[in-house]
């Protein structure tokens, strides 16, 4: 499944300078120094992360006196770097989120990119699967964690099948349509892109999204989270960083193709139908009716939270009153 790390850049440089979280930046030979801010990427560049680079080439982070550096995933963990501040802000999702605060890791999310958890299970028609029953013997693919065997034995259970039939198998970040040619059957993916790359191809398949099933899988997911030392260090930056995020993803909601243009221009190497389409299927996913870009809402982390409890992924649920912060929104 590829809703993991894939290492594509060297960052070595860039963390060198942010280590301090205080590293300045001197454009042009311009006296005026902007603040150098440094952005973890959770996956290689993708629509989800439409806002940052709109917010980037349309000059936002400039007008807050900020230089944004987008940085790609290594091998350590997006969330381990941010606490000790190797990076400023980083993408996460709300698992890894809570097993930070059960290791009273230093993490506060600040925003949550898409309003709802929209990942799927999906696999090709071909496969004649109907029902999760119909999946008893088939071959899972994915990145091995304990949240993948927790929530598939949960959903199996609930729709009165056997997870014991279900041949789980680790592939790491191999993709879907590859994977699923002679390695497995199914995995777990996004819409707004795997799923929509392989539609896009003329590859019909089928879907199981969890949240439509089960609130309690209703994981808030991305997130954008930052460090509590940053917060109390440089608070004002962190209202900068969002005034100008959140202004790029009101972009990308409002035009999604001017968005997708913008990001191709960032990202050449991307497949551009598929940029294109996606940065029109993720539009509306961005911004919950009724309320802001960004807007948390923290009964949802509790909610899941319950539920990795009672599947035994945690131990206690986290305290998410000083952890999740809807503050720094404009």
């Known amino acids: 499944m590829t809703l993991f790390f894939n290492k594509i850049f060297k960052i070595s440089s860039i963390l060198f300078c942010c280590t301090s979280n205080f590293c300045y930046a001197t454009e042009n030979g311009n006296s005026n120094q902007k603040k150098s801010v440094t952005l973890l990427l959770d996956w290689k560049p993708n629509t989800n992360h439409l806002g940052f680079y709109v917010a980037q080439a349309k000059g936002f982070y400039k007008e807050e006196g900020l230089e944004l550096n987008i940085i790609n995933p290594t091998q350590s963990s997006t969330v381990a770097l941010v606490a000790v501040g190797k ?23 600040v925003a949550g990119i898409i ?10 028609s071909s496969l004649g699967v109907k029902t999760i029953k119909d999946l008893e013997g088939k071959r899972y693919g994915g990145w091995g ?3 993948e065997h927790a929530t598939l034995k949960y959903i199996f259970e609930k729709n009165n099948a056997s997870f014991e039939k279900l041949k ?4 790491g970040t191999f993709d879907f349509l590859p994977a699923t040619l002679k390695t497995v059957d199914f995995t777990w993916e996004y819409p707004a892109w795997n799923i929509l790359a392989a539609q896009l191809k003329k590859v019909s398949v089928q879907t199981y999204c969890p ?3 089960f609130p309690e899988l209703n994981k808030p997911s991305p997130l954008i989270f930052t460090s509590k030392n940053l917060i109390k260090q440089d608070p004002k930056r962190i209202k900068q960083f969002m005034r100008a995020t959140a202004k790029g993803y009101q ?3 409002q035009n999604p193709t001017e968005a997708a243009k913008i990001f191709i221009k960032s990202v050449p190497e991307m497949d551009s139908d598929l940029v294109y389409a996606s940065a029109k299927m993720l539009s509306p996913l961005f911004q919950a ?4 870009w960004g807007e948390q809402n923290v009964t949802e982390f509790v909610t899941y939270a319950n539920w990795m409890k009672k599947s035994k992924l945690i131990q206690i649920i986290p305290d998410f009153n000083s952890s999740i912060t809807n503050s720094f929104l404009p």
């Not at 709802?116 to 696999?123: A, M």
Request: proline share 4%.
């Open 211 to 213: 949240a439509e099933h």
């Open 289 to 292: 009716q009724g309320k802001k």
């Open 145 to 147: 964690s304990p949240e």
């Open 87 to 109: 990076a400023d802000f980083g993408i996460g999702y709300a698992n890894q989120f809570i097993y930070a605060q059960n290791k009273n890791i230093p993490l506060v999310s």
């Open 251 to 253: 972009f990308a909601i």
């Open 168 to 171: 789980m198998l680790t592939i």
């Open 115 to 124: 309003y709802k958890d929209t990942s799927c299970f999906v696999w090709r």
